[in-house]
Structure formats: structure tokens, C-alpha cells
């Protein structure tokens, strides 16, 4: 009978297992985080919304969490932004072009505000940095209204209505920061 060597079996058997323990930790953190937001119906879409960037998995504070957050919302957007400015030049002179248009000013608009608000979080003015996510969430709500006013099906109404939920998650992962602050460990 031959002797059957159970080494890497086994030490690829403890490799798998301490890997599931540990993305399940960092799981464990993301959900922490996102349960201690204002709105319990935030919980789910903030966890959705983190385990979009496997950046969540390792990382440690809520303010990496933000900054991550931010990360994302200002790709989706700039995303958007970009799909809506070749919507409007594939479609040049046709009815869809100007909500197209409309659209694109908006989302470079608040591009801008979403990369000051990186600045502002960078310099932990947490406050200021989620009012202008808040503002930045605008941006959806008037691509939408700008489909609706041309009497036209926006071709990226699901993508605002995400955009504008991820926006209100990371506005509030953002303003929770400040409250981290004030209070450590209970106390002030």
C-alpha cells in the first residue's frame, strides 16, 4: 500500500478556511458600519453598495469606508455622464439629444462638487463634505425631469434611481464620521 503524502492537502484545506474567516470579518465590519447609518433601510443598500469595490473588504475605519464610497459614486457618475454625452452625439438633431445634453451640464456639475467633497473628507471636514454628496445627489433627480419635460423613457432612469440611493449612503457614511468624532467609546 502506498503511502499517501497528506501535507498540501491539507495546508490547502487551512488556506481556504482562514481565507473565508477573514473576508467574513471584513464582511462583519461592513455590516457594522452600514447598520449604525441614520436610516435602518439604508443597512442593505450600503452593504450592496460597499461590496461594489474590494477596496470595503480591507478596510478598517468608517472614513476609509466614506472615501471608498465616494470612490465609487463619483466613477458611477462620471459612468452616467459619459454614456449620456455618447447617447447625445450618436443621436445629434434628434428629440432624445437636448434631455441628453441637459443631462451631461448636470452630472459635470456636480463631478465637481463630488471631487471637492474628496478634498473635504481627506481634511476630515465631514460635515461639508456630505452636504455636497447631498448636493451632488441632485444630479439624478434632474437628468430624470429633463427625460420627463421632453416627454421622453430616459434611458438611464434605474442607474439615477441607484445613483441617487448610493448618494444618500455615502452622504450619510460621511456625516456619521462626525459623530465618530464627537463620541469615543461613549464619551464626548
Known amino acids: 500500500m502506498a503511502d499517501v503524502d497528506l501535507r498540501l492537502p491539507t495546508a490547502l484545506v487551512l488556506l481556504l478556511l482562514s481565507a473565508v474567516q477573514y473576508s467574513s470579518a471584513d464582511l462583519n465590519f ?16 450600503c452593504v450592496r453598495f ?11 475605519t468608517q472614513e476609509e469606508l466614506s472615501s471608498i464610497a465616494l470612490d465609487i459614486i463619483t466613477k458611477n457618475y462620471t459612468r452616467t455622464r ?8 450618436h443621436h445629434q438633431r434628434e428629440p432624445i439629444q437636448l434631455p441628453c445634453d441637459e443631462c451631461v451640464s448636470y452630472y459635470d456639475l456636480y463631478l465637481t462638487k463630488l471631487q471637492d467633497a474628496k478634498a473635504l473628507l481627506a481634511k476630515k471636514a465631514y460635515n461639508d463634505a456630505s452636504l455636497l454628496v447631498d448636493k451632488a445627489a441632485s444630479a439624478p433627480n434632474i437628468c430624470d425631469s429633463a427625460f420627463n ?15 441617487l440611493i448610493d448618494s444618500n449612503v455615502t452622504r450619510d457614511l460621511i456625516r456619521d464620521n462626525l459623530n465618530k468624532t464627537f463620541f469615543v467609546d461613549g464619551q464626548l
Not at 461592513?30 to 443598500?45: G, H, K, M, N, Q
Not at 460597499?50 to 478598517?60: E, F, M, P
Open 30 to 45: 461592513i455590516y457594522a458600519v452600514c447598520s449604525d447609518l441614520t436610516l435602518p433601510s439604508e443597512s442593505d443598500d
Open 50 to 60: 460597499l461590496k461594489l469595490d474590494q477596496r470595503s473588504y480591507d478596510a478598517t
Open 82 to 89: 459619459d454614456f449620456l454625452n455618447e447617447m447625445s452625439i
Open 149 to 163: 419635460r421632453a416627454d421622453i423613457p430616459s434611458p438611464v432612469k434605474q442607474t439615477d434611481a441607484y445613483l
